[in-house]
């Protein structure tokens, strides 16, 4: 029973579910930086360098196997049949999708903190405690 009550505990803390709204966050927003990649910045990307799409960069390593129906220069079909391959143009697709989200959430996290931040105000200076101010007394009145 104590089990079950500490679960019970763990799982109805704040961190908990804002860690589960954040993970359903993260994976909408995945999406709308996919669609920034794949649809607005990789296609100008790939227009300086020769096409639209990177992932048709690839070297072929394996054979085809027996009774391959798909396209021999199409990296998904090649992928689909299991050929093996070395897929750069995705893997670069893929870090470029990870430079952009996390450029993203840099300037998310910046202006998060731009808004979070209070501004500094001068601390008031404390109260002389009693005791040195009778000492400073003490002090003036042996000076005289």
């Known amino acids: 029973m104590g089990l079950i009550t500490e679960f019970k505990t763990f799982i ?67 992928k689909a049949a299991g050929v093996a391959m070395f897929g750069w143009g995705q893997f670069l697709t893929v870090l470029v999708n990870f430079i952009i989200l996390a450029f993203v959430i840099f300037l998310l996290m910046k202006f998060v903190n731009k808004l979070l931040a209070k501004p500094v105000e001068e601390a008031a200076p404390a109260a002389t405690p009693e005791d040195i101010m009778l000492l400073r007394e003490i002090r003036d009145s042996l000076k005289k």
Do not use: W
């Not at 579910?17 to 993260?26: E, F, P, R």
């Not at 994976?27 to 096409?51: N, Q, R």
């Open 12 to 78: 109805n803390r704040g961190n908990v579910m804002d860690l589960a709204v954040g993970v359903i966050i993260g994976g909408a927003f995945a999406t709308i930086t996919k669609s920034l990649t794949d649809d607005l910045i990789m296609p100008v990307i790939g227009y300086v360098f020769g096409g639209a799409d990177f992932s048709r960069y690839f070297v072929r390593l394996g054979e085809l196997p027996a009774g391959f129906k798909g396209n021999p220069e199409s990296y998904a079909d090649l």
